[in-house]
């Protein structure tokens, strides 16, 4: 079965440290790819999306993420983050258009100031 | 205006009731969904439809129905609540595969 691994369910790191995040995905053929974020008490909203073209693509607020096809990888980066990004961290991957996303299971990142 | 609307934003509810939570949007998406969110599961999806004619089951449509009344409209009912299904529950809405977009979501207690 299709599935999303997300490596860190928590991260904690300091103001301006670089962050990250790690998203594995084990469908073998062409995939859309989402990152979403959840701020405390708020519901998801899209961060960046990958589907053809620049395997590096930039999202709101300083994130990026590098689609490595070789390694089923969808990571998260970001260089230097700030008390604000303190949320939660979903991965998704639609490996068909005509199918549901698959979710990971998230990962709280805790901003120290 | 917010795209996707849910109600009620909080209801507390007692074992054995049932609980409808409305879900509408207004950009004309197609596809619509109901997750659930539990603290260290992530989302899980309840039910999805991909038009007004098309229902499927998610990863945990047990105790669960929904309803397509129209495009922009996708209702959710626990026909006999029980604890555990105490959870903060989200609607979303798509165009196709694309980005999905989240109602502020539903707080759901049941004692």
């Known amino acids: 079965a299709q599935s999303v691994s997300q490596h860190n369910h928590h991260v904690i790191l300091s103001e301006a440290a670089s962050l990250e995040l790690g998203c594995n995905y084990s469908y073998g053929g062409t995939v859309n790819l989402f990152w979403y974020v959840q701020y405390p008490g708020q519901h998801l909203q899209l961060l960046l999306k990958?589907?053809?073209?620049d395997p590096l693509v930039k999202g709101i607020k300083g994130f990026e993420a590098e689609f490595i096809k070789s390694k089923f990888s969808f990571n998260l980066r970001k260089p230097s983050v700030q008390w604000s990004d303190t949320a939660e961290y979903f991965c998704?991957?639609?490996?068909?258009?005509?199918?549901?996303?698959?979710w990971g299971a998230g990962t709280k990142l805790i901003i120290k100031p | 205006d917010a795209d996707v609307t849910q109600t009620p934003r909080n209801r507390i509810t007692k074992t054995g009731k049932r609980i409808m939570l409305e879900c509408s949007q207004t950009k004309g998406h197609d596809r619509m969904y109901w997750y659930r969110q539990d603290p260290g599961l992530g989302l899980r999806l309840i039910y999805y439809s991909f038009d007004v004619k098309d229902i499927n089951k998610g990863e945990i449509s047990d105790g669960y129905s929904v309803s397509r009344q129209a495009q922009a409209k996708f209702s959710l009912s626990l026909e006999s609540a029980i604890p555990n299904q105490t959870a903060l529950y989200f609607c979303?809405?798509?165009?196709?595969?694309?980005?999905?977009?989240f109602g502020p979501g539903t707080r759901l207690t049941v004692l």
């Open positions: 998704a991957v639609n490996p068909d258009s005509n199918y549901q996303l698959i």
């Open positions: 990958y589907f053809s073209g």
């Open positions: 979303a809405a798509s165009t196709g595969p694309d980005e999905q977009f």
